[in-house]
């Protein structure tokens, strides 16, 4: 995965300690080498939904320590949006899957279809918890943290 420059924004000048974590992190590391391993369409999209539900995972976790620090109205406003995001991220993969599928408009990619349906899926949720992790990161910089609870992964 590339380094993502927008996650600099914030921290400590030459701070490269949360995109390390992201760059090594252990769902990717680990989903690369199973879809490396994957032969067929079938195993692609086993690889998919299983890390999909791996990310989905590790955002309730990051999610719950980040709203744990927050205050009450903070927290409840975040959890709103929150619930904005799970609602679009829904509506996004049916209506996807919907018109890709259904052959309206005569998109014809067979099976590759559902993959790269789930792949959008993994990576939808994966960019949430690293922005959610993001946020609590520079939440913890800025308090002087030391041990960042941000950078903590849930499947290691």
Known sequence: YEKHDIYELGTEYNDTTFNTAIDGNPL??????????????????????????????????????????????????FLEVQEMFTQYETATYVYDSALVLNNKYDIRMGSQAHQLLLAEKRETIRERTIHVKYLQYIQEQAAGVTQYTSLHWEQE
């Open 28 to 77: 990717d590391t680990a989903y690369l080498q199973e879809l490396n391993t994957a032969n067929t369409t079938a195993e692609m999209m086993a690889v998919e939904q299983k890390y999909a539900a791996l990310w989905q995972e590790e955002l309730e976790a990051a999610v719950a320590n980040y709203t744990a620090v927050l205050s009450q109205e903070d927290a409840q406003a």
